[in-house]
């Protein structure tokens, strides 16, 4: 099947710096989510992408669906301590979703 | 809105026992819903596919005898751990999608199990 490599695995950040992760994929997806997901707590979601080359921003988050359909990104601009957490990406197979591995983020006061 | 619940929010079972997991979309109909295991700092791992009315759909190595799926609503799946052991301790995530033209599928807070 399908696989999404995220990168990077793992950020350490100071608090007001612009945060990039992207997700690269095997094959190509129709739609592209982003979640972010808090210790303990279920994946909240935060972007959702259906078009290639389509950019969208929620608040100080940004992404974009690759023009190639085999990526996507996620920026995070003026990082906050709440910002911490595990954020994946996630690319839609028919009805499932396929997840990257996850980024975790660490965000220094 | 779009809003899952999870019933219960932690679980601790004796082994070989059976522990059930309520999975309810708050505000909408969930055409389909999912269950989710995850390892401590690992990503989701698929495990069933459930719509309403027909039988689960269950990931290559899920014993589908073990995990009860029974999405006996469109508001409402439960997931079944059977006889349990203590490898089955995890956290299981459920989540749903609303259907219709824009794909979203919305996860539940999860719930932990521990089998001692």
């Known amino acids: 099947g399908q696989q999404l490599n995220q990168s990077p695995q793992s950020m350490f950040i100071q608090e007001g710096e612009d945060v990039s992760m992207n997700c690269t994929s095997s094959?190509?997806?129709?739609?592209w989510l982003w979640y972010k997901q808090d210790p303990g707590e279920g994946p909240v979601l935060l972007i959702a992408?259906?078009?290639?080359?389509e950019l969208t921003s929620n608040g100080r988050l940004t992404a974009q669906f690759g023009i190639t359909r085999k990526d996507s990104f996620l920026n995070i601009s003026a990082s906050i301590p709440s910002d911490v957490g595990i954020y994946f990406c996630a690319g839609r197979e028919g009805e499932k979703l396929i997840f990257g591995q996850g980024t975790e983020l660490s965000v220094k006061p | 809105g779009a809003v899952v619940s999870q019933h219960p929010s932690w679980v601790i079972c004796k082994s070989g026992t059976s522990v059930k997991i309520e999975c309810r979309s708050l505000d909408f109909q969930a055409t389909t819903m999912f269950w989710y295991r995850q390892f401590p700092k690992q990503s989701l791992m698929l495990m069933a596919t459930s719509n309403e009315g027909s039988k689960a759909t269950y990931e290559q190595g899920v014993e589908k005898d073990k995990f009860l799926i029974n999405h006996a609503s469109l508001t409402l799946s439960t997931l079944t751990v059977t006889s349990a052991h203590p490898e089955d301790s995890s956290f299981y995530i459920c989540?749903?999608?609303?259907?219709?033209?824009?794909?979203?599928?919305?996860f539940g807070p999860g719930t932990r199990l521990t089998v001692t």
């Open positions: 989540s749903a999608t609303t259907g219709g033209g824009f794909y979203e599928q919305y």
């Open positions: 992408l259906y078009k290639a080359g």
């Open positions: 094959s190509i997806f129709n739609t």
